[in-house]
């Protein structure tokens, strides 16, 4: 019996974009109908699963590797399928939104690849969506370009030769697409939505280009949703008609539960991997989430004070490398999210070395590559990895057959000496308020305090505040102590709400989402019911 027809899909309360029909083509929007027909009833069941999972850890307070999938990791026999030329040399990669000034800066800044951010770096707003995609396609035919209308400076694509491999990244398989139902007026997955539009217009462009559709998967929980990727790709190819094995994705291990599962992730995918990533904001997110009910042991001083040397971050880090490198996958390291400042040499020169040292850490821990978030710091991260490869594309022969870590090393927060602090409360506040207020305004990558910041910042922020007051957390003080409570958290945001219209004058305050932005970051911090996302009720409050 043959499959039935997908449902049409319905753009609702959406205004019509200038190239919408360019994106949104009859032929297209099958194609992602076909795939929300066939794949959202699963991802609804993955969803389920990750509420009953959390449950379990709430009860136990610990995470183990998978006794059922103990013959995947016993198994030294298979690999990861080789790598394809655009994608073997991934020593350095600069991530960002897909507006268009962005999309010329990531392809001409050197990287070898551009991490094209349909996620955090986007707020979701449906003309990001359809202008990103459109962007995207502009590359590919060279018929982009750009001029600044503030400063009259025009940009243009360097010869193909130059421009980094695009790897694009589609949203989480939580967030749905609101502009997008069916017609039950279900909504469609973004992560559908964003892959959908993507692999549909540019998978036969970019293999006439020699390169292909690469992809980066975020906030994987499981290597059963890893699973339901890979059957999401098998489809996509077939449905094409290229040959399965082209697409390849580099899975995040960007949360706790998907830091027990590597191996597996690698399994599943294995006929489309080519790598997984450390980290870090959404990864100390996810401790958070997961074990917020796991008493003090779990408490997380202040982010700034959680490196990546850390020994728990340490044991994330040197497990994913030697699992990358023993199944033959790129292990891509962390952000370097500092933002040059044009006024400030100082400031600079402090925040390079802190840059460089990360990225020599990296390299010298046996990482292939690295996250920048600027492209200034793409010569500095450039090179820490070329003093260790040298000529070599990358280090996968370097197997760290040395690292040996256990179930618990994961998860030894109170290994950190290190404690919350007010400031740690107070720049909180401070960032999740000014990025929120961003996020609002349709901006998901935004620059504060020098450091380019993500919707994953926000999550952090958030979530060290909401763990703080729940586990009673003290604070030295001007000379006293201070316990974490809502009314202080109040308190403390009522006085960053006040410096920021001081800061900005009565009229941009007036303009901005400030008072929206306060509110919703006390409600995600200190509701009693922790919302898994901080983006899903901020998604409701996004116009556009």
């Known amino acids: 019996m043959s499959a039935p027809a997908p449902s049409p899909l319905a753009i609702v309360d959406a205004e019509s974009l200038p190239r919408q029909e360019e994106v949104l083509t009859e032929a297209a929007l099958a194609f992602v109908a076909e795939l929300h027909r066939r794949f959202t009833p699963r991802r609804d069941e993955l969803l389920a699963r990750r509420a009953q999972r959390r449950a379990e850890i709430a009860r136990t307070s610990s995470l183990d590797f998978l006794p059922e999938t103990a013959d995947v990791r016993a198994d030294d026999s298979w690999r990861v399928a080789p790598c394809p030329e655009a994608l073997n040399d991934r020593r350095v990669e600069i991530t960002g939104p897909t507006d268009r000034k962005m999309t010329i800066n990531a392809l001409n800044s050197g990287a070898r690849v551009w991490l094209a951010d349909f996620e955090d770096a986007s707020a979701p707003t449906w003309e990001n969506v359809v202008t990103g995609q459109a962007n995207l396609i502009d590359a590919y035919t060279r018929s982009i370009d750009f001029t600044d209308p503030a400063s009259g400076k025009s940009y243009a694509l360097r010869p193909n030769e130059e421009l980094a491999t695009v790897v694009m990244r589609p949203r989480g398989w939580h967030l749905n697409e609101r502009h997008l139902v069916d017609a039950d007026g279900t909504q469609v997955p973004g992560a559908l939505v964003d892959f959908g539009l993507y692999f549909f217009h540019n998978a036969q462009r970019l293999l006439d280009l020699g390169k292909g559709p690469y992809f980066y998967l975020p906030k994987t929980e499981s290597h059963l949703e890893a699973r339901l990727w890979n059957e999401v790709f098998v489809f996509a190819q077939d449905y094409v008609g290229i040959p399965q094995g082209t697409i390849r994705a580099t899975v995040l291990i960007e949360t706790i539960t998907a830091a027990y599962e590597m191996e597996e992730i690698l399994y599943e995918l294995r006929d489309h991997a080519s790598g997984l990533n450390a980290g870090r904001w959404d990864y100390l997110f996810s401790i958070v989430k997961n074990f917020r009910d796991g008493g003090p042991k779990f408490v997380l001083p202040d982010r700034n004070a959680v490196t990546m040397t850390a020994p728990f971050m340490r044991a994330y880090t040197e497990l994913l490398v030697r699992t990358c490198h023993k199944r033959g996958a790129h292990?891509?390291?962390?952000?370097?999210?500092?933002?040059?400042?044009?006024?400030?040499?100082?400031?600079?020169?402090?925040?390079?070395?802190?840059?460089?040292?990360?990225?020599?850490?990296?390299?010298?821990?046996g990482f292939d590559g690295s996250w920048v978030a600027h492209p200034d710091l793409v010569p500095i991260a450039m090179e820490s990895f070329d003093k260790v490869l040298g000529d070599r594309p990358n280090q996968k022969d370097r197997l760290r057959e040395d690292v040996h870590v256990e179930a618990a090393d994961l998860i030894a927060i109170d290994s950190l000496d290190a404690k919350p602090t007010y400031a740690g409360l107070v720049n909180a506040v401070q960032v999740g308020t000014r990025y929120i207020e961003?996020?609002?305004?349709?901006?998901?990558?935004v620059a504060i305090f020098n450091l380019m910041e993500d919707a994953a910042t926000a999550e952090i922020s958030r979530s060290q505040i909401w763990q703080w007051i729940?586990?009673?957390?003290?604070?030295?003080?001007?000379?006293s102590t201070v316990k974490a409570t809502p009314e202080l958290a109040r308190k403390v945001a009522a006085e960053e709400l006040a410096a920021i219209r001081a800061?900005?004058?009565?009229?941009?305050?007036?303009?901005?989402?400030w008072q929206q932005a306060h509110d919703l970051l006390l409600t995600v911090a200190l509701d009693e019911d922790y919302a898994d996302f901080l983006t899903l009720p901020a998604y409701e409050q996004l116009r556009g």
């Open 331 to 365: 292990a891509i390291g962390g952000m370097a999210a500092f933002i040059p400042s044009r006024r400030d040499a100082e400031v600079n020169k402090v925040a390079f070395e802190k840059v460089r040292a990360d990225k020599d850490r990296e390299a010298n821990d």
């Open 438 to 445: 961003a996020w609002l305004r349709g901006m998901g990558a």
């Open 470 to 479: 729940n586990a009673g957390v003290e604070f030295e003080h001007a000379g």
């Open 503 to 513: 800061e900005i004058g009565e009229e941009a305050f007036a303009a901005g989402h």
